[in-house]
């Protein structure tokens, strides 16, 4: 069946240490991968995205890896902030054209001061 | 200016009533979506309308019907609301649905409590 998950439910890092935060997809067909960050009692936000065709991406203190071969997802967030603090979501578009996303279960990153 | 926004917020309510979450998005996107989200984060979509027309419609009791009055608007009407339909539901637009997936856009979300 379908799914997207992530290895941890919750991280726990220090303010200015880097965070990684993983995710692992089944679908080898999904051909783009999107992160989303959700802070408490607001809705997802976008926060990167990754094409099929590419191994890396970088933002803006944010980078996204992806390992098709053993279908794995990962953000790094560089020097975490306490404003980083939020449930993380990987979400993977399948083959279909209708852009239906399939969502991770969402890891809380919590960062210590 | 809010590019997605959703009303109510919050909606309490008691087991066997209809209800109604508004949305609407001014960001010109032709693609408009409802998500549910359960008491354990998990998001997962329910429907999808492109410029008006239904095209993704998931496992859902047909208790909930999406009407988009235009591609701005999409809105969800629950009939006989159940205990199990407690959650936060989140519209999210998109400006197409098909070719080179597009970013999907979230509102607030509107947290739903059935009593």
């Known amino acids: 069946g379908e799914s997207v998950g992530l290895h941890l439910p919750t991280l726990s890092v220090q303010e200015g240490d880097n965070s990684i935060i993983n995710c692992a997809y089944s679908?080898?067909?999904?051909?783009?991968f999107i992160w989303y960050k959700q802070e408490s009692g607001k809705g997802p936000q976008f926060i990167i995205d990754?094409?099929?065709?590419?191994d890396k991406r970088q933002g803006q203190r944010v980078t996204v890896l992806l390992n098709k071969t053993v279908k794995h997802l990962s953000l790094q967030i560089a020097a975490t902030q306490p404003g980083d603090s939020a449930v993380y979501f990987c979400a993977e578009h399948g083959s279909s054209n209708t852009g239906k996303l399939i969502f991770g279960q969402g890891t809380t990153l919590q960062v210590k001061p | 200016d809010t590019a997605v926004s959703q009303t109510p917020k919050y909606l309490v309510t008691q087991m066997g009533n209809d209800k109604s979450i508004k949305c609407e998005q001014n960001l010109g996107h032709d693609t408009m979506y409802w998500y549910k989200q359960d008491s354990k984060k998990f998001l997962k979509i329910m429907f999808s309308y492109n410029n008006k027309e239904l095209i993704i419609n998931e496992t859902v009791p047909n208790r909930f019907s999406p009407k988009s009055p235009d591609k701005a608007h999409l809105n969800l009407h629950i009939n006989s609301l159940e205990l199990g339909d407690s959650a936060v539901y989140f519209c999210a637009s998109s400006r197409r649905p098909s070719g080179p997936p597009d970013t999907q856009y979230f509102g607030p979300g509107t947290r739903l409590t059935v009593l």
């Open positions: 990754i094409r099929s065709n590419m």
């Open positions: 679908n080898s067909a999904s051909d783009y």
